[in-house]
């Protein structure tokens, strides 16, 4: 963080000008231990809207944030993008997601494809849904991208939804990115777990129109891959 910087926190509530907010347990926790906020200090905060506001907080029995005015300013910009995201080890999974967002994701589907790492996928989502809002303030981000459900390769690769999108899947044996595809207004972007996709799995994805392309001579880990490829389609 910068000096002099006041610090961004979001708040999932409607925010008012002169409004007052209650903040949880939880995150009262980590303004005071973690980002050392003092007793009546300016604080940045959202709510997803695409609006900031310049707040003041307050340690009483509970921690009130006092709404003070609008902080208007450019919202960076959004990319139109889907991150397709095969579900990776933690790690991995957690790094690919957090600096996606940073970046300007809008959208992120975590996919459970034949090589994902295993696990009980369906605690992860809370846990998901901190790290994109982590990144969203440490980045400057005033939009929340949006989480959706796991869902299955198969059941994902042939959705009808899909058509409005250039659909592109990153492989090593895909053809190079060239111009048109990065000329599309709105992108799916599909990375594959550690180990790749299967051979049937690329031929499902040909069967359905998606485009398999290349990253290069490289070979990128998965939390790799997702970065390389978004810095790609945006320039």
């Known amino acids: 963080m910068q000096p002099n910087k006041l610090h961004r926190i979001y708040i999932n509530k409607d925010i008012q000008i002169d409004g007052k907010i209650e903040i949880n347990i939880e995150k009262t926790i980590h303004l005071k231990n973690v980002l050392r906020i003092k007793n009546n200090q300016n604080i940045i905060v959202f709510n997803g809207d695409g609006v900031e506001y310049l707040a003041e907080i307050t340690y009483l029995e509970k921690t009130i944030v006092h709404i003070k005015k609008e902080n208007r300013r450019k919202a960076l910009d959004v990319h139109n993008i889907v991150l397709a995201q095969s579900i990776s080890s933690s790690k ?6 957090q600096k996606s967002v940073e970046l300007g994701i809008n959208h992120i589907v975590p996919i459970v494809s034949s090589r994902s790492h295993p696990g009980n996928y369906e605690n992860k989502i809370k846990h998901w849904e ?3 809002i982590n990144a ?7 939009y929340i991208p949006k989480l959706s459900p796991i869902i299955t390769f198969d059941k994902y690769i042939k959705a009808d939804n899909l058509d409005q999108f250039h659909k592109i899947c990153f492989h090593i044996n895909g053809r190079s990115l060239n111009e048109t595809d990065k000329s599309k207004n709105s992108h799916i ?7 790749g996709f299967s051979d ?33 389609l945006r320039n």
């Open 92 to 97: 991995h999974m957690d790094f690919s997601i």
């Open 130 to 132: 901190k790290i994109i």
């Open 136 to 142: 969203v303030e440490q980045s400057n981000g005033l």
């Open 200 to 232: 049937s799995e690329i031929s499902s994805l040909e069967k359905f129109h998606w485009n398999i392309i290349s990253l290069g001579d490289r070979i990128f880990r998965t939390e790799t891959a997702s970065i390389v490829a978004q810095t790609i």
């Open 189 to 195: 972007m599909l990375i594959g777990p550690e180990g």
